[in-house]
């Protein structure tokens, strides 16, 4: 049995404590020194650990661990993954914990946490190319304004530029994609836009290539011409700067950072769906730029028709040029992709396995390059052969999920089961909050659990028509933010459903 808990982690202490809570300034001198003797007892620990382990396997599970707090004898460690988390947990939970009841006789369990994710990195946030950027210096004299503070250390992030990788060369085609890549390459390729194809407006789910293909836009306009002026950020980007402009009162500012760009890309435009004055300043920076002829390159997870909240010349002037869609990838795609990958990555890893991965794991791109880098770090890390046994160990949370299909009739069972309401209701035309509620929160998991369509989900509910499901959704969303007893329904129903 285990002691230590896996939600463990210290051997650079240095970031630890900002992880956890400040305590109040009278406390502080004493927090100091109470904190002094742990790290003392940590380095212990860890001279410990290192001898018997050795030092290759201490490095590789307890390197990056970082020392927490201890609170009532339990100690807290960080690990910088779930898989390091769980690996230190599992193998050297005892151990730990009896190592450090040996230099601290108060600890009496050692807890394992993930370390919190960092703030989402700044530097793709926003994009931009000056006219010739040699340097740091040479950015900032250019005629592009500084992107102010929200890329954090200023024109050094910017010219970061956008993700290396994230290039038309990299980027598979097949079937589901080929259209979105053509135009994307296409629009790389016009010296001039051209009207019909302005705006280019990329829409697919989640994880399929999006944003990838931006960022390639983006690579190779700059390689065809440096002098382009390139501006890419997200919608969430704009919308924050645009609200910090009002905050402090400098529109004039922000309207400057569009002002000289030749191409605008920005991400994820369902972001902007229900912010008002967003939505208007967005409008009014797409016209102008569109007037003086230049490309704007948009994307999104819905077709304009789809969007919500938004107005109606909002979506007619998105939908205006050319709109191309990523469809969900295929059995093919999804194993040409990992071929890709695993070649890039110079590891061999079975064709076996590459199939294995491309059957099983069909949500998105993003989980499936996922699984083949954690298949690969295993392989390299602990020096396991790659078979496709070893696959299913490695991943065998995420093929839980993928193998277990929630239908609608379990969806219906358990919310009637939850809210004790009978199961009839969920097809029944009553109106009464004490069953709409509920069918509502059935409608929206059956959203999210399944691959229905809202028509074929409006069906089951009492053949119900697709605008209600599409409400119901929309309304356990907004909930899900105001009402904390809806959210924590909704998560535990998910987490029976997928159980
Ligand atoms: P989205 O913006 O649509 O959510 P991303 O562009 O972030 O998705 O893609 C998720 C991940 O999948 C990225 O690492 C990307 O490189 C990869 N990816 C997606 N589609 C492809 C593809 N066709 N070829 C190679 N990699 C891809
Ligand atoms: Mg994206």
Not at 170 to 193: C, L, S, T, W
Request: hydrophobic residues 40%; proline residues 5%.
């Amino acid at each position: 049995m285990n002691r230590i808990q896996a939600p463990l982690a210290a051997g650079n202490n240095k970031n630890a404590a900002s992880y956890e809570q400040k305590t109040t300034v009278g406390a502080e001198m004493e927090e100091i020194a109470g904190r002094k003797e742990l790290e003392a007892h940590w380095v212990r620990v860890c001279d410990r650990l290192r001898k018997e382990i050795g030092d290759k396997a201490f490095k590789t599970w307890f390197g990056e661990v970082e020392l927490g707090k201890l609170e009532t004898g339990k100690l807290r460690l960080y690990a910088p993954t779930r898989f390091v988390r769980d690996w230190v947990a599992r193998h050297y939970g005892d151990r730990v914990l009896a190592y450090w009841q040996a230099v601290n006789t108060t600890v009496s369990s050692v807890e394992v946490n993930l370390v919190p994710p960092p703030a989402p990195r700044r530097a793709n946030d926003i994009i931009a190319v000056p006219p010739v950027p040699t340097s740091p210096q040479s950015y900032q004299s250019s005629s592009l304004p500084r992107l102010g503070p929200a890329i954090g250390r200023g024109s050094e992030d910017a010219l970061q530029g956008p993700e290396a990788r994230y290039t038309f060369a990299n980027f598979v085609v097949g079937k589901p994609n080929e259209f979105a890549y053509a135009a994307a390459r296409n629009i790389a390729e016009q010296d001039r836009p051209l009207p019909e194809r302005n705006p280019l407006y990329i829409f697919g789910g989640v994880g399929l290539g999006k944003t990838h293909l931006m960022h390639a836009i983006w690579h190779a306009i700059r390689e065809r011409d440096p002098k382009t002026r390139v501006l890419y950020l997200t919608a969430e980007s704009f919308v924050n700067r645009f609200i910090q402009a009002l905050r402090t009162k400098n529109t004039g500012q922000f309207k400057e950072l569009f002002r000289n760009v030749d191409v605008l890309m920005v991400d994820d435009v369902q972001f902007i769906c229900g912010k008002e004055a967003s939505q208007d300043e967005f409008f009014f920076t797409f016209n102008s730029l569109v007037e003086q002829n230049k490309q704007i390159v948009l994307s999104s997870e819905k077709p304009p028709s789809e969007l919500q909240d938004i107005e109606e010349r909002m979506r007619s002037r998105l939908g205006s040029g050319l709109v191309a869609d990523i469809h969900s990838s295929t059995y093919e795609l999804r194993l040409s992709i990992l071929q890709t990958k695993a070649e890039n990555a110079r590891v061999p890893v079975p064709v076996s396995v590459l199939e294995f991965l491309a059957h099983k794991i069909s949500t998105n791109i993003r989980e499936l390059e996922g699984a083949l880098n954690r298949v690969v770090a295993h392989g390299q890390l602990i020096g396991r052969e790659i078979t496709v046994e070893m696959a299913q160990d490695v991943l065998h949370d995420l093929l839980r999920q993928a193998d277990r299909k929630v239908t609608v009739d379990e969806i219906q069972q358990r919310v009637a089961a939850h809210y004790n309401i009978k199961l009839a209701e969920m097809s029944s035309p009553r109106r009464a909050r004490s069953v709409a509620r509920p069918r509502q929160v059935a409608m929206y998991l059956a959203k999210q659990l399944t691959t229905l369509s809202l028509p074929q989900i409006g069906k089951r509910f009492g053949n119900r028509d697709h605008t209600t499901v599409m409400h119901a959704v929309r309304k356990i969303e907004e909930l899900k933010v105001s009402d904390l007893s809806i959210a924590e329904d909704v998560e535990l129903l998910k987490r029976q459903l997928q159980g």
